[in-house]
């Protein structure tokens, strides 16, 4: 595998359940980022991780906890979620995380729905 | 504050040239543009540093004029595989963090 690979790439739960989005990149980056992407809103950034520690939570709810074990792999836990959760949700990764080197590989998507 | 696209669509022939500007209320860093098709991931074009660069590659070139904290992305001789989504990122100079604009829609028709 190359790049940046996402699972699973489509997921339906209901607002009970608990389920994880998982991320890996094969690039040798140093930076993870986890984004939404819903339908006429621009890309908001939810997390970044930068050497497995995390560097930014743009005020995200407590119904997502991401987890980087390591600088290749990033998960996003998912618990009791609203409908308005649903949307897609975007891995990339990055040399650095700002700057010249903060050029973003992004991973396919998950498309979550949530009933 | 989300830097702001224009035009927010465009349709072209083939062949035609386009201009799409991303502009930011905040002194900029730099400013990233991207590019995603339907279905697909965001893919980089490029990143263009403070300091009024310009740069290019084949026939898609931007330019960022720090001073205006604007950036304009030119599409030259636009082909059917340029239609897609393009979106800008501002990186604030002071808080360094990548804010992302609502995308600009580029059909490409023959």
């Known amino acids: 595998e190359t790049g940046v690979t996402q699972t699973p790439r489509h997921l339906v739960m209901g607002m009970t359940n608990k389920k994880s989005l998982k991320c890996e990149q094969h690039?040798?980056?140093?930076?993870m980022y986890w984004y939404k992407q819903s339908a006429k809103k621009p890309l908001e950034l939810m997390f970044v991780?930068?050497?497995?520690?995390?560097?930014e939570n743009n005020s995200v709810p407590s119904r997502f906890s991401p987890e980087c074990p390591n600088s290749s792999h990033l998960f996003l836990h998912l618990h009791t979620l609203q409908p308005e959760d649903s949307a897609l949700y975007l891995c990339?990764?990055?040399?650095?995380?700002?700057?010249?080197?903060?050029?973003?590989?992004f991973g396919p998507g998950t498309r979550l729905t949530v009933t | 504050q989300q830097p702001v696209q224009s035009p927010q669509a465009v349709i072209l022939r083939e062949g035609e040239d386009a201009v799409i500007n991303c502009s930011s209320s905040k002194a900029l860093y730099s400013v990233h543009w991207y590019r995603q098709k339907h279905g697909e991931a965001p893919v980089f074009l490029m990143i263009?540093?403070?300091g009024g660069e310009q740069k290019g590659h084949e026939k898609i070139s931007a330019s960022f004029n720090e001073k205006k904290q604007q950036s304009s992305l030119y599409l030259t001789a636009s082909q059917l595989s340029y239609s897609g989504t393009y979106f800008c990122g501002t990186e604030g100079l002071s808080d360094r963090k990548l804010i992302w604009g609502l995308g600009t829609s580029l059909a490409v028709n023959p």
């Open positions: 990339a990764s990055s040399q650095d995380f700002q700057g010249a080197r903060n050029e973003q590989y």
């Open positions: 690039l040798g980056h140093n930076a």
């Open positions: 263009l540093l403070k």
């Open positions: 991780y930068n050497f497995k520690e995390q560097t």
